[in-house]
T-cell receptor
């Protein structure tokens, strides 16, 4: 069974600073996808970024980037130039290749990020 | 694009009654819809996966007779909580995916808060 661990329940950072959220996972599969989802106070989940395990290059979406370390099974999210709108709960999620057919996601427990003005 | 709505956003019902939650994909045809449950300050737990016109696949530990899922069309899935009890109070979130969307990306609805008194 796959597990996703987010060891930081809460974090806070000053506006405009950079923050890194950690995520580790456990799997025996070689092919999989990793995701970071954001859940703002409105509770609407939004995809922030995704990474395919076979791609060595780290994914980047504007101010959001990941550090994907496959051997270490680590998938951290870096938010640069943080903004007040980044305040949210962030969930790391995993989809193993065995679940590509049913698209089943396994979520971590989340990190509550607060951007301080 | 890829908007998912849920109705109602909040519902309060008395113990023993049933309540129906609707999940609609507004601008796409969803090949698969997912129902999650989220307890306060916790992660999302997948309850079931449904495909249009077929029976839902429930996760282990989820009572299919209590949580009835009907995926009547490519844009509508409903979750009915039958004979609700206070322990069913929770935040219920649906998501949907479609073939032309991002790889294995799920598009989430805004959630429904159910309170059983």
């Amino acid at each position: 069974a796959q597990t996703v661990t987010q060891s930081q329940p809460e974090m806070s950072v000053q506006e405009a600073e950079t923050v890194t959220l950690s995520c580790t996972y456990d799997t025996s599969e070689n092919n999989y996808y990793l995701f970071w989802y954001k859940q703002p106070p409105s509770r609407q989940m939004i995809l922030v970024i995704r990474q395919e395990a076979y791609k060595q290059q780290n994914a980047t979406e504007n101010r959001f980037s990941v550090n994907f370390q496959k051997a270490a099974k680590s998938f951290s999210l870096k938010i640069s130039d943080s903004q007040l709108g980044d305040t949210a709960m962030y969930f790391c999620a995993f989809m193993g290749g065995s679940n590509f057919g049913n698209e089943k996601l396994t979520f971590g427990t989340g990190t509550r990020l607060t951007i301080i003005p | 694009g890829a908007v998912v709505s849920q109705h109602p956003s909040r519902v309060i019902c008395k113990s023993g009654t049933s309540v129906k939650i609707e999940c609609r994909s507004l601008d796409f045809q969803a090949t698969t819809m997912f129902w999650y449950r989220q307890f306060p300050k916790q992660s999302l737990m997948l309850m079931a996966t449904s495909n249009e016109g077929s029976k839902a696949t429930y996760e282990q530990g989820v009572e299919k007779d209590k949580f009835l899922i009907n995926h009547a069309s490519l844009t509508l899935s409903t979750l009915t909580v039958t004979s609700a009890h206070p322990e069913d109070s929770s935040f219920y979130i649906c998501s949907a995916s479609f073939s032309a969307g991002g790889p294995y990306e799920q598009y989430f609805g805004p959630g429904t808060r159910l309170t059983v008194t």
